[in-house]
T-cell receptor, first 115, second 111 residues
Framework: DAEITQSPRHKITETGRQVTLACHQTWNHNNMFWYRQDLGHGLRLIHYSYGVHDTNKGEVSDGYSVSRSNTEDLPLTLESAASSQTSVYFC??????????????FGPGTRLTVL | SQQGEEDPQALSIQEGENATMNCSYKTSINNLQWYRQNSGRGLVHLILIRSNEREKHSGRLRVTLDTSKKSSSLLITASRAADTASYFCATANFGNEKLTFGTGTRLTIIP
């Protein structure tokens, strides 16, 4: 069955270190998204991609970057981790940009702690 | 900024009762979607209602949309313990294919 996976599931790092969170989907979806989830804020969009070599900034992109070299993967990099980036990170994908059918499929999440 | 705001923030009901949660949003939308999130898991898509639809059903779920009031409601009938989860609305705005999520309603079903 097609799926979307994230790794690692849990990560503890120190302030200033570079961290990369992996996201891999086997749906063959063109669209991929990264969100962070914090209490009281719901899900906030960090970066998204509509296809290979396409990347776009979301609502809270400062301090994060993504690259899309193939359809299946959209790794999220924290260039210099900060305590404010302690959060749960979710990757998602969708098949279509058609707003009538753009439901998203989510990965299980990565809990990141920055000490 | 959040587009959707769910109400109530938390809801506890007895198993077998109906659960209703509401979502309000600010700008014109293409569609509104509801997602469920079990503790420690990712979100799961439940239902999508288009801006030209007023009501939609899926199993025990009933969603309504009132574009004049910029609001939607999710009704879960005959609740079960397995319905315990957080529920989020998400809107897709005109000219923008991205989704904007609300802050969620935490639903607890008491056996």
């Amino acid at each position: 069955d097609a799926e979307i996976t994230q790794s690692p599931r849990h990560k503890i790092t120190e302030t200033g270190r570079q961290v990369t969170l992996a996201c891999h989907q086997t749906w063959n979806h063109n669209n991929m998204f990264w969100y962070r989830q914090d209490l009281g804020h719901g899900l906030r969009l960090i970066h998204y991609s509509y296809g290979v070599h396409d990347t776009n900034k979301g609502e809270v992109s400062d301090g994060y970057s993504v690259s899309r070299s193939n359809t299946e993967d959209l790794p999220l990099t924290l260039e210099s981790a900060a305590s404010s980036q302690t959060s749960v990170y979710f990757c998602a994908s969708s098949e279509s940009r058609d707003p009538d059918v753009n439901e998203q499929f989510f990965g299980p999440g990565t809990r990141l702690t920055v000490l | 900024s959040q587009q959707g705001e769910e109400d109530p923030q938390a809801l506890s009901i007895q198993e077998g009762e109906n659960a209703t949660m509401n979502c309000s949003y600010k700008t014109s939308i293409n569609n509104l979607q509801w997602y469920r999130q079990n503790s420690g898991r990712g979100l799961v898509h439940l239902i999508l209602i288009r801006s030209n639809e007023r009501e939609k059903h899926s199993g025990r779920l009933r969603v309504t949309l009132d574009t004049s009031k910029k609001s939607s409601s999710l009704l879960i009938t005959a609740s079960r313990a397995a319905d315990t989860a957080s529920y989020f609305c998400a809107t897709a705005n005109f000219g923008n294919e991205k989704l904007t999520f609300g802050t969620g309603t935490r639903l607890t079903i008491i056996p």
